[in-house]
């Protein structure tokens, strides 16, 4: 059994969605998750998909902690958690999570080429607050970019986000450092540390 | 396998891909040759990094395949890789093999992409194995993967046979822990080369000889079926028993926790003893397998009585409970276990739909993505395009609304040519890419100039394999395994086929692209038009990276919108005259390749020389 108190979460298998736009460092944040996951001692099973969708489309990844995990896909609307990367993946993806589930999102906005090339218009904030409102009340913003960029490296936002996930589900910082130390280069490590304690103050605060 | 002892397993967290590619080393696999395509990729891209081993892109699979066979035949173990689609390239090559046997292990790999994520259909290539008279190893998971890929050299060689291991999208790329070894296995060196004519040339006379060989075969597998490890009973609750295979053995476990399941590593031949024992302890069998009924339509074959659903499925074909088309997941599987009666209670309700139009991201050309300048101008032009398969594809999107087919890879020129030959009133042009010609894209320009269809080519050249991620091929000048070789020259290969007018240019020049091309229309002769630029994603194009600028000549005319880039958004400030939004360029996706630029009307983009002088100003 999965426990976080902070959360609270109780289940067999925790089940993390992530989503976001092809290149945006996704694929780092749910390698870190699933070694975090296998180093705390679960079964893991992490999935995404390759290929054409990463040219420039959405993305998501599956990513689930367990006793013993079977299928790698997480059924709509059973995400215990969603870490969205972009804005309006967060609103695309939204009915994947379960009731109460939780959603961090990165307050960064990337507009589709469909916008200028048609007469759909990119969300605002409030209605994107709004709509995820209405399938979980737990949504955590966090300004990812703005973080990194202070920090003097806009693509540390990923990390940003790991932070304020790990401060969500009531974690210590260290398990996580240890996995995020041993997959980013050492000249960037002390950067990436620094990002992920901004997370967490972030979701702290 | 036989491992020294103090070798200890350890777990490394691994994607199915990297498994087969760790299981194909730790088996003793010293060769390896396949062509890229998702979900199949890593595979080798992964066995390549490790020592002791060859690793190669052929052009095509088939050429793949008949190197792996040769290397088999030499009396090395080897593995070649495909997407399912690539199969049917190989298939030719799959029979012959199928006849004849190995020397030393030889493993093929399908990687099926069941809804086609990244595919233009979804072909069940079990249905190869079944063909063919060869076994199929279906995985579940990463440690399947390797385990199953050790297993597959070592039955090829005991029942000499080529080995089909099938994967599926979820299990090529989910990562799950893997016990992995440290060391190879140890082969003896391979012998002299066979002089086996009776059963290495098939000619007619020595492959009547074969086929009851390969029947004979085929039992002999069925019956090792019976006891093999690859298949095993979970007992549980026999009120309900699950004969499944691959990753449908998890959605399995998963819905039904205490279902009996028969768990099919070996999904051709089938032990029909094991079934029937199997059977005739339960309640009610079901068979839970993605796509094709292939192991339910073997199991009725036996006799075998399956459950009967209330409702059958909207297509029922021979499958009794779950969906014949797309992946399955717990959602869909559960769904169809209680519209069949098989759980209690109603489809479970999905949460409410999303209540906005959202603007949809599909894949997209990238920005400063070369092929973007000939599909404006295809588009432009109002010319019916045959296409082929890669990036380019994407020429499809509005925008650019500029392919009107696509079938497989290799098939553009043959069908422009088609249109030719049928007297279509449009001249068509059919476009291709560099690796995609390699594959088999040159026999249809061979076609067109034997045949003098008037046919126009363009090849668009960037420099790489880029949809599966950029993978080396007979252009770059670099292998697999990053040895220095040739580059195929496209223009020389172009002319030797007996195509004259034959014109190189750079990628990104609109005007050229579209005034050789309405030149060409003009004429009555084959021929190909290169374009040439690498992907704007390739570290070296990165470097070249210089966000372009909109001045305020802009008036909101919305040419440069046309080009569908990315990096080209609507402002939020509008024109004062005509109140329509403004152009804006998004510096950080935009790599300054100046297809905006040439087709702004009113100059309103600053081209790189322009950016540079204010910069320095």
């Known amino acids: 059994m999965i426990h976080f108190p902070k959360l609270n979460i109780n289940t067999e298998t925790l089940s993390i969605l992530l989503v976001g736009v092809g290149g945006q460092g996704t694929i780092l944040a749910s390698n870190v998750l699933a070694e975090l996951g296998l180093n705390l001692g679960y079964d893991v099973k992490k999935a995404e998909v390759h290929g054409m969708s990463q040219r420039g489309g959405s993305v998501i990844s599956h990513l689930r902690w367990g006793e013993t995990v079977y299928s790698p896909i997480i059924a709509q609307g059973q995400a215990d958690i969603m870490i969205a990367f972009e804005k309006l993946e967060a609103l695309r993806f939204i009915d994947q999570i379960r009731p109460g589930g939780f959603v961090v999102i990165n307050d960064q906005e990337i507009v589709p080429v469909t916008v200028s090339t048609s007469d759909v218009v990119y969300p605002d904030d409030q209605t994107i607050r709004e709509k995820i409102a209405e399938y979980t009340p737990n949504q955590y913003w966090v300004k990812g970019v703005a973080a990194a960029e202070a920090l003097g490296n806009a693509k540390a936002a990923n990390v940003v986000l790991l932070g304020a996930m790990s401060a969500m589900m009531g974690m210590d910082p260290e398990p996580w450092l240890d996995v995020i130390s041993s997959r980013v280069p050492a000249k960037y490590l002390d950067l990436n540390q620094q990002a992920f304690y901004k997370g967490r103050e972030a979701v702290e605060s | ?617």
Not at chain 2, 74 to 82: D, F
Not at chain 2, 115 to 128: A, G, I, K, L
Not at chain 2, 225 to 253: F, H, M
Not at chain 2, 258 to 273: C, N, Q, R, T
């Open chain 2, 1 to 617: 396998m036989v491992l020294n002892e103090e070798y200890k397993p350890m777990k490394r967290l691994l994607s199915g891909n990297e498994a087969v590619a760790r299981g194909a080393w730790e088996a003793g696999c010293s060769v390896a040759s396949g062509y890229p395509g998702t979900p199949s990729t890593e595979i080798l891209e992964n066995f390549a990094r490790y020592p002791h081993v060859y690793a190669e892109w052929a052009p095509n699979e088939k050429v793949g395949l008949d190197s792996a066979i040769g290397a088999a035949y030499a009396g090395k173990r080897s593995i070649s890789t495909m997407k399912h689609v690539g199969l049917n390239v190989a298939a030719d090559s799959l029979f012959y093999v199928a006849e004849t046997g190995i020397e030393a292990g030889l493993v093929i790999v399908s990687a099926d992409d069941p809804s086609m994520h990244s595919s233009q259909n979804e072909q069940d290539n079990r249905q190869y194995a079944k063909f063919a008279r060869i076994p199929c190893f279906d995985p579940a998971d990463s440690q399947e993967a390797k385990d199953f890929t050790i297993a597959a050299f070592d039955l090829s060689e005991r029942f000499d046979t080529p080995v089909l291991l099938r994967l599926t999208t979820r299990v090529c790329h989910t990562s799950g822990p893997v016990e992995v070894f440290e060391q190879q296995q140890q082969l003896p060196e391979p012998g002299k080369y066979p002089r086996n004519i009776k059963k290495y040339v098939v000619i007619p006379a020595n492959a009547r000889q074969l086929h009851p060989v390969v029947e004979a075969r085929v039992q002999d597998l069925a019956k090792y079926a019976e006891t093999s490890p690859l298949n095993r009973v979970e007992w549980r609750d026999k009120k309900l028993g699950i004969i499944t295979g691959g990753i449908a053995y998890q959605y399995a476990r998963e819905v039904f926790p205490d279902a009996s399941v028969l768990k099919l590593g070996m999904v051709y031949p089938i032990p029909e003893k094991l079934i029937k024992d199997f059977a005739a302890q339960m309640d009610a069998v079901i068979v839970l397998e993605e796509l094709d009924p292939f192991i339910e339509d073997q199991v009725r074959a036996m006799g075998v009585t399956l459950f009967e659903p209330t409702t059958k499925p909207e297509f029922p074909l021979s499958k009794s409970v779950f969906p014949i088309f797309g992946e399955l997941n717990p959602l869909i599987v559960r769904n169809a276990a209680k519209a069949a009666g098989l759980l209690n209670g109603e489809a479970e309700e999905l949460p409410n739909a999303l209540q906005v139009e959202l603007p949809p991201r599909p894949p997209s050309l990238c920005p400063g993505c070369p092929h973007r300048s000939s599909f404006y101008v295809l588009n432009k032009l109002k010319i019916p395009v045959n296409g082929d398969i890669g990036c380019y594809t994407l020429g499809v999107a509005p925008p650019l609304n500029s392919i009107h087919t696509c079938g497989c890879m290799g098939a553009s020129i043959g069908v422009a040519h088609g249109a030719a030959i049928a007297g279509d009133k449009e001249r068509h042009v059919a476009v291709i890419g560099d690796s995609t010609f390699f594959h088999s894209g040159i026999q249809g320009l061979i076609n067109v100039a034997y045949n003098r269809s008037n046919t126009i080519t363009i090849i668009m050249d960037n420099r790489v394999t880029g949809m599966t991620g950029h993978q080396q091929n007979p252009g770059t000048g670099l292998t697999l395994q990053n040895r220095e070789t040739i580059e195929v020259d496209i223009e020389a290969m172009v002319r030797a086929c007996g195509i004259t007018k034959v014109l190189t240019v750079e990628a990104y020049d609109v005007d050229v692209i579209e005034k050789t091309l309405k030149q060409w229309m003009k004429e009555d002769e084959p021929a190909v038009l290169i374009t040439k630029e690498e992907c704007a994603l390739l570290p070296s194009a990165r470097k070249q990276y210089l966000p372009l600028e909109v001045t305020d000549q802009c008036n909101g005319c919305t040419v440069c919108f046309r080009i569908g880039c990315p990096a080209i958004l609507k402002s939020e400030e509008l024109d004062p005259k005509y109140n329509r939004s403004l152009a804006e360029i998004d510096a950080a996706l935009c790599t300054g390749c100046e297809i905006c630029a040439q087709v702004c009307p009113r100059d309103a983009i600053l081209f790189r020389d322009q950016v540079r002088a204010k910069q320095v100003n």
